[in-house]
């Protein structure tokens, strides 16, 4: 289903950017 392909790359987009974020900041974590 495209569906399920665009939302299981937008959870990933997702998640990338949560874990860059917290990486960039620490203190946040």
Known sequence: M???YI???AVTL???AYL???L???ERF
Do not use: I, N, Q
């Open 24 to 26: 960039v900041r620490p």
């Open 14 to 16: 997702f998640l990338l």
């Open 20 to 22: 860059t974020y917290t």
């Open 7 to 9: 939302l299981g790359g």
């Open 2 to 4: 495209l569906v399920d």
